[in-house]
Each structure stands twice: as structure tokens, then as C-alpha cells.
């Protein structure tokens, strides 16, 4: 399960992060490893959601461009074209550079890849939280 907060950094830039509880986005945040997409501060804060929940009425803000009906299939293919465009592919390397990560020898970064049940495994014993995608769906057009 994963849970999506909205964010803001210092330079007022509103952007998304999932996380597995609010403790690890704490945990992330003393850290310093949430980093805003736009211009790369480590300085952000969870601000309130734009959904309001009430009663028969409820309400929900939008602005007109995510205002429209967007298929499972359809968003799932757009956060995929996201991974593609931000993190990098380390292919089948997927664990052993998320472990040099964890563990300070490499850079932190965004990285995308793949691993073998066994590799997963040592990857939760390790403590590195990772997010599991599934490909992105032929669409027809």
C-alpha cells in the first residue's frame, strides 16, 4: 500500500510523494531525501490536499486541465512515461546500485530497473524502500 502526499518545497513548487506510512515520509524528510522535481530542494513540506471531503455536497478543486475522466489504463501508461523521462535505467543492476545508494557509495538519484524475487528480498531486509510498477498497458489508439 502506498500513500500520496501533496508537497511543496521552499521555492513554492506543489508536487506529489508516495510513501509507505507517514513515519517514512518523516524519515525521509530528516534525511533529506525528498527532493523537489522542479528545482531539486531538499526543503519541503506535506500542505493540505486539494480534495475536501463533506457531506452530500462534497466537493473536490480542480483546475481545468485535470479536470477530465483518465482510464486506469491511460494514467498507468503516464506514470510510466514519467518514470522513463526522470530516473534513471539501471536495468537488472536495479539492487546492487539501490544498496550502494542506501548504503552512501553512490549518488542518490531516481533510478528504475528490475530484480528477481531474491533481490527484493534483500532489499526489504536491507531497510530500502522501493515501489514495485507494473509495464505500462498496450493502448489502442
Given at each position: 500500500?502506498?500513500?500520496?502526499?501533496?508537497?511543496?518545497?521552499?521555492?513554492?513548487?506543489?508536487?506529489?510523494?508516495?510513501?509507505?506510512?507517514?513515519?517514512?515520509?518523516?524519515?525521509?524528510?530528516?534525511?533529506?531525501?525528498?527532493?523537489?522535481?522542479?528545482?531539486?530542494?531538499?526543503?519541503?513540506?506535506?500542505?493540505?490536499?486539494?480534495?475536501?471531503?463533506?457531506?452530500?455536497?462534497?466537493?473536490?478543486?480542480?483546475?481545468?486541465?485535470e479536470d477530465r475522466n483518465v482510464s486506469v489504463p491511460t494514467m498507468l501508461k503516464m506514470l510510466n512515461d514519467f518514470i522513463d523521462k526522470n530516473f534513471d535505467d539501471v536495468g537488472d543492476r536495479f539492487a546492487d546500485v539501490a544498496i550502494k545508494m542506501h548504503r552512501g557509495e553512490e549518488t542518490?538519484?531516481?533510478?528504475?530497473?528490475?530484480?528477481?524475487?531474491?533481490?527484493?528480498?534483500?532489499?526489504?531486509?536491507?531497510?530500502?524502500?522501493?515501489?514495485?510498477?507494473?509495464?505500462?498497458?498496450?493502448?489502442?489508439?
Amino acid at each position: 500500500m502506498v500513500i500520496i502526499y501533496d508537497l511543496v518545497c521552499d521555492n513554492e513548487h506543489k508536487f506529489e510523494g508516495w510513501f509507505k506510512d507517514r513515519a517514512s515520509f518523516e524519515d525521509q524528510k530528516r534525511r533529506k531525501c525528498i527532493e523537489c522535481p522542479v528545482c531539486g530542494s531538499v526543503l519541503v513540506e506535506m500542505i493540505p490536499s486539494s480534495i475536501s471531503i463533506g457531506g452530500r455536497k462534497a466537493s473536490v478543486e480542480r483546475n481545468r486541465e485535470e479536470d477530465r475522466n483518465v482510464s486506469v489504463p491511460t494514467m498507468l501508461k503516464m506514470l510510466n512515461d514519467f518514470i522513463d523521462k526522470n530516473f534513471d535505467d539501471v536495468g537488472d543492476r536495479f539492487a546492487d546500485v539501490a544498496i550502494k545508494m542506501h548504503r552512501g557509495e553512490e549518488t542518490k538519484r531516481n533510478i528504475k530497473g528490475v530484480t528477481t524475487k531474491e533481490e527484493q528480498e534483500t532489499l526489504e531486509e536491507e531497510g530500502i524502500e522501493f515501489l514495485r510498477i507494473p509495464p505500462p498497458p498496450k493502448l489502442d489508439s
